[in-house]
């Protein structure tokens, strides 16, 4: 069986993505708290709701993702492939004699 391997990159890139959804949700409770003219307190009262709503936005934000992964690779080529493509290229032509 194949091991699993998660890169350091990709953990990065998942913990700022997560922070992007949790800053989404704060700035929402911040509009909640504005419009319906609440008190500030509620600020950290309710940051429980916040991360709960942060895991929320995380969770479709992969659906999303899974969902459009296979057309990125049916419309961009792959990177082996472009390689590989070039080397052909390459190997096709013929210097020039002077």
Known sequence: MNDIIIT????IRELI???????V???VNLAAIIVYKSNFSEL????HYVLVFSFVIYILWAVIRLLFSPLKYIILPN???KK???????ANVKPMKL
Request: charged residues 30%; glycine residues 4%; hydrophobic residues 35%.
């Open 44 to 47: 950290y009262s309710s940051l």
């Open 17 to 23: 993505t997560f922070f992007v959804c949790f800053i």
């Open 84 to 90: 590989r493509q070039s080397r052909r290229i390459r």
């Open 8 to 11: 350091p990159r990709r953990i």
């Open 25 to 27: 949700g704060f700035l």
């Open 79 to 81: 990177k082996k492939e």
